[in-house]
């Protein structure tokens, strides 16, 4: 259950009525302060108690703290009511200013300097403590300077994150909020996220406007002779046969020349410079893309399921979508009046085009294995389940007539590209007659023989339909019962045992008791075996 606090009281609890606001959304996001809105009205107990910049929120999800900050802006509309706009305590660096510096050192050196900074010039809920940091740069050794003051929170994104990567998360413990700065997630979400299951939408998102093919890099500034500072910097010439520039050939094919630099204050030597910069091109000629999932919390229903957690890793498995992976959750937007349009965001920089291209060529194997041995691939339960079949029925009843309609979506999927195929079985009864739709089924397998098929004969083990002829009883199973246009049977062993004939039934054996009969009718056998009903007398 959700519930918020304001300075330490409580705002918003959704079992009782007067502490009730509207459309209360948390959006948490990855080296972002975050953000919490909500509207309340005049009728609310706290309506008058809520501070611009000074009251602390607080969002819990039973025990767990989701979001700490604090009110930024609110509006009024026509009836006075507000709409409360709240900023994430990373924001309080946005009160302190780093001054003019010149630093060299270790990555956590400079953050402490950027921490002792802001704390010197802020209350005491706004201080933090240095936590973990994991994010290192190779030479364990950076230079970082500036002339001109900037917000601590500028600095962090401009000086560390833009250039070292890493994500910075504020842990608060005891009371105390600390900063952790680090290069990855190290915890999953023992939740996953299924196509059929939990999966309600999703939306890639591709960006390339950040890509580049060619990269000039430059380091330190040059001194002279007598160790004056010079207007030009270190370049990669003398290792790089005379060109200031690397590029990587692939990407240049496929997307063309595309040029990018990066300077290195901290870099002294060519060989150190070029070797940052390759590193710096293998990142740069990525694809970047994000994908929104909106999916059902099913801790929300089931306390055994984990909950959703920003800079956790969630496992997707979604064929359809050529999604089977751990993603690292970088945005999620979290509705605590309506769970069900929960949002979440998954991933950064994914896939590289030098990797899809394996990937494609591993899905054009994989095609040809589809093609070749679908029936060893039938027996293979791996291969079934990489079958989607989303299920959706319809029961619709009125007093005349009920009428079912299911509908089955499989999908067989590579990696890379996918087939999908709807079949649609509506079953019909009004009053007194019975309908029965498969003409969308029978052209499906006609069409593609192989995954359909083979999903189809798994699914319906009692009930087949061969040949025009309605066959009822389980795979490879001794007795089964035939139905066509001009015949009943049941058959053993393939054999029929008993069958109706025009007006006849035929037994090929039997065991009969004297009194079977009705009224004065009875069955008289005849010399054949087979039986007359007839007019029997006593």
């Given at each position: 259950?959700?519930?918020?606090?304001?300075?330490?009281?409580?705002?918003?609890?959704?079992?009782?009525?007067?502490?009730?606001?509207?459309?209360?959304?948390?959006?948490?996001?990855?080296?972002?302060?975050?953000?919490?809105?909500?509207?309340?009205?005049?009728?609310?107990?706290?309506?008058?108690?809520?501070?611009?910049?000074?009251?602390?929120?607080?969002?819990?999800?039973?025990?767990?703290?989701?979001?700490?900050?604090?009110?930024?802006?609110?509006?009024?509309?026509?009836?006075?009511?507000?709409?409360?706009?709240?900023?994430?305590?990373?924001?309080?660096?946005?009160?302190?200013?780093?001054?003019?510096?010149?630093?060299?050192?270790?990555?956590?050196?400079?953050?402490?300097?950027?921490?002792?900074?802001?704390?010197?010039?802020?209350?005491?809920?706004?201080?933090?403590?240095?936590?973990?940091?994991?994010?290192?740069?190779?030479?364990?050794?950076?230079?970082?300077?500036?002339?001109?003051?900037?917000?601590?929170?500028?600095?962090?994104?401009?000086?560390?994150?833009?250039?070292?990567?890493?994500?910075?998360?504020?842990?608060?413990?005891?009371?105390?909020?600390?900063?952790?700065?680090?290069?990855?997630?190290?915890?999953?979400?023992?939740?996953?996220?299924?196509?059929?299951?939990?999966?309600?939408?999703?939306?890639?998102?591709?960006?390339?406007?950040?890509?580049?093919?060619?990269?000039?890099?430059?380091?330190?500034?040059?001194?002279?002779?007598?160790?004056?500072?010079?207007?030009?910097?270190?370049?990669?010439?003398?290792?790089?046969?005379?060109?200031?520039?690397?590029?990587?050939?692939?990407?240049?094919?496929?997307?063309?020349?595309?040029?990018?630099?990066?300077?290195?204050?901290?870099?002294?030597?060519?060989?150190?410079?070029?070797?940052?910069?390759?590193?710096?091109?293998?990142?740069?000629?990525?694809?970047?893309?994000?994908?929104?999932?909106?999916?059902?919390?099913?801790?929300?229903?089931?306390?055994?399921?984990?909950?959703?957690?920003?800079?956790?890793?969630?496992?997707?498995?979604?064929?359809?979508?050529?999604?089977?992976?751990?993603?690292?959750?970088?945005?999620?937007?979290?509705?605590?009046?309506?769970?069900?349009?929960?949002?979440?965001?998954?991933?950064?920089?994914?896939?590289?085009?030098?990797?899809?291209?394996?990937?494609?060529?591993?899905?054009?194997?994989?095609?040809?294995?589809?093609?070749?041995?679908?029936?060893?691939?039938?027996?293979?339960?791996?291969?079934?389940?990489?079958?989607?079949?989303?299920?959706?029925?319809?029961?619709?009843?009125?007093?005349?007539?009920?009428?079912?309609?299911?509908?089955?979506?499989?999908?067989?999927?590579?990696?890379?590209?996918?087939?999908?195929?709807?079949?649609?079985?509506?079953?019909?009864?009004?009053?007194?007659?019975?309908?029965?739709?498969?003409?969308?089924?029978?052209?499906?397998?006609?069409?593609?023989?192989?995954?359909?098929?083979?999903?189809?004969?798994?699914?319906?083990?009692?009930?087949?339909?061969?040949?025009?002829?309605?066959?009822?009883?389980?795979?490879?199973?001794?007795?089964?019962?035939?139905?066509?246009?001009?015949?009943?049977?049941?058959?053993?062993?393939?054999?029929?045992?008993?069958?109706?004939?025009?007006?006849?039934?035929?037994?090929?054996?039997?065991?009969?008791?004297?009194?079977?009969?009705?009224?004065?009718?009875?069955?008289?056998?005849?010399?054949?075996?087979s039986l007359d009903f007839k007019k029997v007398s006593d």
């Amino acid at each position: 259950m959700y519930h918020v606090k304001c300075d330490g009281q409580t705002l918003y609890d959704p079992r009782v009525d007067e502490l009730k606001i509207l459309q209360p959304t948390v959006t948490l996001e990855l080296n972002k302060t975050g953000g919490f809105d909500f509207i309340i009205y005049p009728s609310h107990p706290m309506y008058g108690q809520i501070m611009r910049l000074k009251s602390s929120i607080e969002v819990y999800q039973d025990d767990y703290l989701l979001f700490r900050g604090r009110v930024l802006n609110d509006e009024h509309d026509f009836y006075n009511a507000k709409n409360i706009i709240c900023e994430g305590d990373l924001a309080f660096f946005n009160d302190s200013i780093l001054r003019p510096y010149n630093y060299s050192g270790s990555v956590i050196g400079f953050i402490q300097l950027i921490i002792d900074s802001h704390n010197a010039q802020v209350e005491e809920g706004k201080q933090f403590v240095l936590g973990n940091v994991t994010v290192e740069d190779p030479n364990n050794y950076i230079v970082r300077s500036s002339i001109n003051p900037d917000k601590s929170w500028n600095v962090i994104n401009d000086k560390l994150i833009d250039m070292l990567g890493g994500y910075i998360m504020v842990r608060r413990e005891n009371g105390i909020n600390y900063i952790d700065y680090l290069e990855d997630s190290s915890y999953k979400s023992l939740q996953k996220i299924e196509l059929g299951e939990n999966l309600l939408d999703l939306t890639k998102n591709f960006k390339s406007e950040e890509i580049i093919t060619a990269l000039i890099p430059y380091g330190s500034k040059l001194t002279d002779e007598e160790g004056n500072e010079l207007d030009e910097r270190l370049t990669i010439e003398s290792v790089n046969n005379g060109m200031d520039y690397i590029y990587n050939q692939e990407a240049v094919d496929l997307y063309g020349w595309v040029y990018g630099t990066a300077t290195y204050d901290d870099v002294t030597v060519a060989s150190n410079l070029i070797t940052k910069a390759q590193g710096e091109l293998a990142e740069r000629i990525n694809m970047y893309v994000s994908i929104e999932v909106s999916a059902i919390d099913l801790s929300m229903t089931d306390a055994e399921f984990d909950q959703f957690r920003i800079f956790e890793y969630i496992e997707i498995d979604s064929p359809s979508h050529l999604l089977d992976d751990d993603m690292l959750t970088s945005k999620i937007e979290i509705h605590l009046d309506d769970p069900q349009n929960n949002k979440l965001t998954l991933g950064n920089k994914y896939k590289t085009f030098t990797e899809e291209q394996m990937q494609t060529d591993k899905v054009t194997r994989s095609n040809e294995n589809n093609i070749k041995d679908v029936a060893s691939q039938k027996a293979d339960k791996h291969y079934v389940s990489e079958q989607v079949t989303a299920l959706s029925s319809n029961i619709e009843q009125t007093a005349d007539a009920i009428r079912t309609e299911v509908s089955e979506t499989y999908t067989a999927q590579s990696e890379f590209n996918s087939y999908q195929e709807i079949i649609s079985t509506e079953f019909g009864q009004l009053n007194d007659s019975f309908n029965f739709e498969f003409t969308t089924l029978t052209e499906n397998i006609n069409t593609f023989e192989g995954e359909t098929q083979a999903e189809f004969e798994e699914i319906n083990k009692y009930i087949r339909f061969i040949n025009g002829e309605v066959n009822i009883g389980q795979e490879n199973a001794d007795i089964l019962t035939i139905f066509a246009n001009d015949e009943w049977a049941m058959l053993k062993n393939n054999k029929k045992m008993m069958w109706l004939e025009e007006d006849k039934i035929n037994i090929r054996k039997g065991h009969f008791f004297d009194q079977l009969r009705v009224g004065n009718f009875g069955f008289v056998p005849r010399a054949n075996g087979s039986l007359d009903f007839k007019k029997v007398s006593d």
